[in-house]
């Protein structure tokens, strides 16, 4: 499929008009858009059509502006990075950018593959929000895919753990999203990315009925408490790094794995999770 993404990233990288996917007179095709490539190997197993687009940002880390369209939004994304995860130059580019060209082809159908944790779930309001802003969203029927909606998965069990079977019942219990879902979505794209945590939590708390996005409260309610800071200047993370530390936990294996065990709801890699760890190097509370 050829990508309109082979341009600097500081220019504007989506097609200029009033939409690109909702000439009904040209769409004829299905996409399906996984969050990281740990999906693609059991997605790859289905017997179910469609083109992929692997969504590989990290949306809950690291600088957002409100305006996901903008060339800026990229860049500041593809800089940051590139200087904390020491990515190649052109990496970003391949396999992100170029990857979203895909969005640039106009689908019928556009089925969102994404998990319960905070990671997944603010990339999955970024998504929306492009979705949203360059869709007439009356023309593609975009469904949204999750573990919680089949009781027999454990909902704390990655997308890249299952079966192409079990992707596939999956997909037969996936949910369309209507256009008060996509509002609610931007809604809460607007109050993350600006940082208003109190905004934030005064909607969590009024907001009483989440349709189709039952994982985005408790997902943002764990942003919330990670932002919060302790007596001693740490945040929430970074206690429970430390606590997992001083308990016994020596080796950043150790570490991961104490903390994925009972923190899965941030939903973080180890790249991400070093992160953190960093900070409390650098404050001189570990050894690594």
Same mark, same amino acid.
Request: proline share 2%; glycine share 8%.
């Given at each position: 499929?050829?990508?309109?993404?082979?341009?600097?990233? $500081?220019? %504007?990288?989506?097609?200029?008009?009033?939409?690109?996917?909702?000439?009904?007179? %040209?769409?004829?095709?299905?996409? +399906?858009?996984?969050?990281?490539?740990?999906? =693609?190997?059991?997605?790859?197993?289905?017997?179910?059509?469609?083109?992929?687009?692997?969504?590989?940002?990290?949306?809950?880390?690291?600088?957002?502006?409100?305006?996901?369209?903008?060339?800026?939004?990229?860049?500041?994304?593809? $800089?940051?990075? @590139? *200087?904390?995860?020491?990515?190649?130059?052109?990496?970003?580019?391949?396999?992100?950018?170029?990857?979203?060209?895909?969005?640039?082809?106009?689908?019928?159908?556009?089925?969102?593959?994404?998990?319960?944790?905070? +990671?997944?779930? /603010?990339?999955?309001?970024? /998504?929306?929000?492009?979705?949203?802003?360059?869709? $007439?969203?009356?023309?593609?029927?975009?469904?949204?895919?999750?573990?919680?909606?089949? /009781?027999?998965?454990?909902?704390?069990?990655? =997308?890249? @753990?299952?079966?192409? @079977?079990?992707?596939?019942?999956?997909?037969?219990?996936?949910?369309?999203?209507?256009?008060?879902?996509?509002?609610?979505?931007?809604?809460?794209?607007?109050?993350? /990315?600006?940082?208003?945590?109190?905004?934030?939590?005064?909607?969590?708390?009024?907001?009483?009925?989440?349709?189709?996005?039952?994982?985005?409260?408790?997902?943002?309610?764990?942003?919330?408490? *990670?932002?919060?800071?302790?007596?001693?200047?740490l945040s929430y993370i970074e206690q429970k790094l430390?606590?997992?530390?001083?308990?016994?936990?020596?080796?950043?294996?150790?570490?991961?794995?104490?903390?994925?065990?009972?923190?899965?709801?941030?939903?973080?890699?180890?790249?991400?999770?070093?992160?953190?760890?960093?900070?409390?190097?650098?404050?001189?509370?570990?050894?690594?």
């Amino acid at each position: 499929m050829q990508s309109e993404f082979k341009i600097k990233i $500081d220019k %504007f990288p989506f097609r200029d008009g009033p939409g690109f996917i909702y000439n009904l007179a %040209f769409m004829n095709a299905i996409l +399906h858009i996984l969050n990281g490539d740990a999906a =693609l190997d059991g997605f790859d197993q289905t017997g179910l059509d469609g083109d992929v687009m692997v969504w590989r940002e990290v949306f809950s880390e690291g600088p957002l502006q409100e305006n996901i369209l903008s060339g800026s939004f990229w860049t500041a994304r593809r $800089d940051w990075i @590139e *200087r904390t995860f020491d990515a190649p130059a052109d990496e970003y580019q391949h396999k992100v950018i170029d990857e979203l060209g895909k969005l640039n082809s106009r689908y019928t159908e556009i089925n969102l593959w994404f998990e319960f944790d905070l +990671h997944c779930q /603010v990339n999955l309001l970024g /998504v929306l929000e492009m979705l949203s802003l360059k869709t $007439d969203m009356s023309a593609p029927a975009i469904y949204l895919i999750c573990l919680a909606d089949c /009781v027999q998965f454990d909902n704390k069990k990655g =997308l890249g @753990e299952l079966t192409g @079977e079990q992707f596939e019942e999956l997909y037969d219990a996936r949910e369309r999203l209507n256009e008060w879902e996509l509002g609610l979505a931007a809604d809460a794209w607007r109050l993350y /990315v600006n940082n208003d945590l109190a905004g934030l939590e005064k909607w969590l708390n009024e907001n009483t009925f989440w349709g189709g996005l039952p994982l985005l409260k408790p997902a943002l309610q764990a942003h919330l408490k *990670r932002m919060q800071t302790n007596a001693d200047g740490l945040s929430y993370i970074e206690q429970k790094l430390l606590d997992i530390y001083n308990g016994g936990a020596t080796t950043k294996t150790a570490i991961y794995h104490a903390f994925w065990k009972n923190e899965s709801i941030f939903g973080m890699g180890d790249s991400e999770i070093d992160i953190y760890l960093n900070k409390l190097k650098e404050k001189g509370l570990i050894e690594l």
